[in-house]
Every structure is written in structure tokens, then in C-alpha cells.
């Protein structure tokens, strides 16, 4: 209820922090717990002129939030006859520290401009959200985990460099101009770095010649979209929603990143996913277990079906017996770092990366990457042995110093040969990312072999260091296509979207357990330190293309020596035929369905693999004749 305090205030409702439109007013709602009381400032942003200030006592006060309702008219006075008022309005609150944002504050004037100094910029203001958009019935996609590919991209670097070609670089409008990209590519979800409003600038640390490019600060406005990364600078709360409604329609969801700082209000974080989910219809977020506790907010009612992403459960609430949390993923480096240990041929790595690969959740989904934005990108993984980062300032003291990585012979930039390992490795590591069981998640540019010439922690370069260079699309056309044929692969077949964990034995009496590993000979996986080949199994028989088809089987065999190796393949179920799929070494893929002449019933086929490569082989049934 309002209890009226003169004609034109009141103290507020508390149910929602921030501001909040009623018909004949707005309320003002501030958590502020170490404060007896505050004023509440507004302004005219565009002359930034402070209109009144009002000061909030106790009167106002209920537990540790402090609201207030002002009635239209006492606006009208300031902006007579200007139907556009509410965007013209801008606020802030004051204690005895002085003036501050509001943290709950759905839009900030300011900071329209990335990267500009702060003595350039205008005062900057907390506004309110007041546009009008249309959804068209448009709601969150809710898929689950093991049909997922996701795709982590910086809005600003995604499309900043002019080679993107959009009219409207580094923008929500330029992911937009990018969705048919990402359609042709197999991506149905991309997961943004930080998106709300955060303060870029670094002066406030002593560092006046560097920003922060990636958003990782805790000076952040975290209700607000940002700005600076609109292309319509006084709409961005608009455009952004344009472009999740448009993904939307595509079939691709929208993960935000989401770094709350250590010690956030629990209460103001789930009220901020709330906001993001109902207003904007986001489809889910990462949180770091550092900050916020992710399993209470996994177990929030209302995000019962928003997927929560983070490096692990936190156990501060423990799991419900027998409660399946469908929303939460697991995300952390363990199968990255196993996979570039594997790649670059080091030993006693075999049984761990058999582990990772295959490795399945009974409670939670299981999101796999082999690069991050905070560390090199695919390809300078095998282009460097050490970093690279004396563009940042820091004499190289700064970043990973350990990347599991291998310059396939030569730092940097390298001939003929070490260029055609190179490419072969890459077809390798996405082997091994887009065809293991749980959800892919893939680095932007990686799929185009992006570089950042070996800096791995470019967190203050907004330039070509960062910006994705698509001229590379057509350059690497070959590695382009590889991604998108396994992630075609993928799709299409079940046995590689599991959704319970593998049970290793044969449970439904076919004559072939769900998963098998294998060595060079069938059935006998060599796990000895100096081992560097492994084969791996998946039965079709476990996987349902429909209700009365079931999928192909797949054999994987991996060798990581130096030399070459001959494998044996496991005998076949009766009546198919093992045939070769794909080869890394040759970037070789067969078109799944034509029909394999004159192989043999039964026949235990060997073959050599190259090393450092990968073959896979899919079973076919043989026609009869």
C-alpha cells in the first residue's frame, strides 16, 4: 500500500529494486544497508541540470530498502507538454560518500561512447527504461543441454573489424547481421561476455592508457544493457531485445555472462536474472562460483528452466534426492586441458581424455571447450609455445604462463609444412571438441583459425588484436567447412547426444556395450604411460534415431606419436560393415548414406594411421543381394 506523504510523493513499494512505471508515477526502490538515510536527485540529462532532490528518512525506509512513489505531475512541472519526458529523465542517489548510481538502474546515460575517457564523457546518470516492443509472442527456446553448440563471442569483437562487412559494427544490430553465418555454421546458442553496463575505462586503477575490454570489473551497473553497444546509442535496452527476438526466431538462444562481484546481495542477484529473463527473455547465464551461490540460484522457481552455467556445484544448498537439475551445466577446463595435453602428444594422457571425452552427468548438463576468451585461441595453440602479451603493457608478466600448447615446430608464423601440420591439428582438436559427449561449446573465429598473434590475455585490446578478422572465413575455407560438416555430424546422429551417462556393458543384449575403448588391437586399450592411440567405440544400438530406427555406430581411433600405427577394428554387428568416414590427416570426410562396394561380412579390417591424426570409421549395413 502507499501511504500518501503531501500531493506529489509517497513512500514506495519494495517488491522490485529500482525503478519501476506506474500509470500516474514512477517508484524509486534503493537497497542500502549502511545508510540512516539518502536523497534521491533528478535531472534533466540532456542539460544535466538537477531538477529537485528529495530526501529519503526513515519515513521511507522498510528494512533496508529505501522507496519512494513521485507522482507524474510533479515531473510535468520540469517538461511541460513533452510526451518524451521519461527518456529526457535521468537520476541519481546521495549519501555521505556523495553521489552514486543506482545499482539497479535499468539504463545508463554516459558511457554511450566505449572506451572514452572519463573526463571527456558526460555526467553519468541512471535512466528509465520506458520504450515500448513488441515480442510477437516470442519466449525463451528452453533446449536442452545435449542438443546445444554453443558459441561464446564479444559483441563489440564479433563484428568490429571492417572486414565483417555489417552496417553496423561492434553493435547488438551487427550479431544480428550475422545470423545466417551462424545458421550455415550449426550454431543454435551463443553465450555473450558481459553485456550490462560496466566501466571500461581503468583511470580509477591509476591506468590511463588502457581500457577494459572485456567487462571483467566490479563497477558494474548490472540491470543495464550497454550503450556502447548499441548502434541506436539512446535505445540500447531496444536493440538488444531486437536481436535476442531475432536470434530467437533463428533457433538460437542467448547465454549471458554474468560477473558479479564478490559479496552481491544473493536477493539483488536473483532479482537481476529475473529481470534479464522476464524483460528481455534471456535464455540463461555463467556465474562464477566465487561470487554468487549457484546452487540456490539453480533452484530458483523462476529459473527453473533458465540454464545456469558454472565451473561447478557449489554444495551450499545440497542436491534434492532424486532431483534432476535439467538448467544447470557444469563448465569448467578440465577436458580443454586433457584434449591439448593429447594433442600436443604428451604422455600418460590416454585414460584421462577416454574419461573427458565420454564423460556424462546424471544430475546436471556437462558444457566442453578447448579454448577461452582469457587464453589463446585454437589456432595460436599450436602457433606458440609461450605468450605473447607485451602489447599489453605488462613486460609479458601478465596472463596463463602454462597453455598446453605446441608451435608445431616454429613460434609464430611458419612455413609450408608447419602450416599444414598446423591445419591438421586443428581438424584434430575439433574432432575431439564436437564429437564428445555433453554440450560444445566453441570460441568465436576459432572455426576460421583466428589469431591473436600469441596473446593470450588480451583483456585491455580493443583492436585488431581482439576484432575477429572474417577475411579469414574465405582464407580458411577448408577448416570452415570441417567444422560445419561435424557439427552435422553431430546433429544428426543420437549417439553423440547422450543423455545418461554411459554404463561400459551391454545392457539390451545386441553383442555390444554402449561404449567400448580399444587399442591398436580390438577390445584392449593400452594405458601405459608412453601411450599416445586410443580407440573409442559408441554403439548405435543405445541411441533411437525414432522409435523404430536406431543410430550408426561410430569408431574413433586416435593416434597422438609422432609415427604411424596400424589398428584393428572390432568386429562389426551382424550384417553391417565398418567404412571410413572421415580422416583428419587428409581432411578426408565421406557423404554418410552412398553405399561403401566389395567390402566383407564380418571381416576384422586393420588399417594405419598417420600420426598425429585421427580416423573414424561409421558402420553401414550391407545390402542383400
Known sequence: MIKE????????????LGVTLWKDGINFALYLPDEKECRLNLYNRVTEKQLFSLRLTNEY???????????QKQFKKFFPEQEDWLKKLGYLYESRRGEFLDPCATLLYGREEFGQKKSERKKLLGGISCSLFDWEGDKPLERNFRESIMYKLHVRGFTMDSSSAVSCPGTFYGITEKIPYLKELGINCCLLLPIYEFEESLESKGIYDKINYWGYTEDNIYFAPKAAYAFQKESPEKELKYMVKALHKSGIEVILDMNFAPGTNTIVVLECLRYWVNEYHIDGFRLSNSSVPVSIISSDPLLGKTKILSEGWDYRIPPEKNKTFINYGECNQNFSITAKRLLRGEEEQVKDFATQ??????????????????????WDVFSYDRKHNEANGENNRDGQDYNYSWNCGKEGKGGKNILALRRKQMRNAFVLLLLCQGTPLILAGDEFCNTQEGNNNPYCQDNSISWLNWAKVSEEYDINQWVKMLIDIRRTHPVFQRKDPFRQMDYIACGMPDLSFHGTSPWYPDYDHYSRQLGIMLCGAYAAVDSNLYDDSFYLALNFHQDMQEFHLPKAREGEVWILLLSTAEGYCRVLGEQEAEIEIGKAERFTLEGRSIKIYVTQKVLET
Request: charged share 20%; proline share 0%.
Open 357 to 378: 571425452f565420454t564423460s556424462l552427468s546424471e544430475e546436471a548438463g556437462t558444457v566442453k571447450y578447448l579454448t577461452n576468451h582469457d587464453g589463446f585461441t585454437l
Open 5 to 16: 506523504k503531501d500531493g506529489s510523493t509517497a513512500a514506495g513499494v519494495t517488491e522490485r
Open 61 to 71: 525506509r522498510n528494512g533496508n530498502i529505501f522507496s519512494v512513489f513521485i507522482k
